[in-house]
């Protein structure tokens, strides 16, 4: 099990749709490039766990320095996941980033829904990379009644 999660992680063939076994199927961000945004590694009710394998390619100087912005991305799709919902969108976030992040870095991101409010959620999520705690965020996110993208062309039809 471990050799196909090395073999998946090195070819990028796992899609992010795809469950492991005992755990919730990806209803979410199912298109994400987890090379980019980070892999899906534990799904559960409320619940998600995403590792961000850093590469040179996400480095903004000759240091190895990692642009945030990758930071970032690997935690929103660790919140999403954690809602699970086919039409979660982010609304809104409030972060810290605590340490840098460099080239080869494996940095581990845990979301855990806090609450579920109507269509409302808040999400907090951690990053941490070995012992460190690189990342924290509080993300609130919204659950819609169709996809984001279709709510906005049946207002332009109607227009």
């Known amino acids: ?11 990028g063939t796992k899609e992010a749709g795809t469950p492991v076994p005992g755990e919730l199927e990806l ?9 980019l ?4 590694l534990e799904l559960q009710d ?22 945030g912005g990758f930071t970032f991305a ?12 086919p039409n979660v969108v982010l609304v809104s976030s409030e972060c810290r980033f605590l340490s840098p992040v460099k080239v080869g870095d ?12 109507s269509r409302k959620r808040k999400i907090h999520v951690i ?10 965020g509080e993300f609130m996110a919204v659950v819609l009644e169709r ?4 709510l906005k062309l049946l207002k332009d039809e109607e227009d």
Request: net charge negative; hydrophobic share 40%.
């Open 147 to 150: 996809h984001v993208l279709k």
């Open 27 to 35: 209803k979410t961000h199912r298109r994400i490039d987890q090379s």
């Open 1 to 11: 099990m471990a050799e196909e999660r090395e073999e998946e992680l090195e070819t």
């Open 106 to 117: 494996r940095v581990l991101f845990e979301a855990k829904e806090l609450y579920k409010e």
């Open 74 to 85: 690997a935690a929103d799709f660790a919140a999403m996941a954690a809602v699970n919902d």
């Open 127 to 136: 990053g941490t990379f070995e012992d460190i705690k690189v990342f924290e």
């Open 37 to 40: 945004c980070g892999t899906l």
């Open 46 to 67: 409320g619940y998600a766990k995403v590792e961000l394998e850093t590469t040179r390619q996400m480095a903004v100087d000759e240091m190895g320095l990692i642009h």
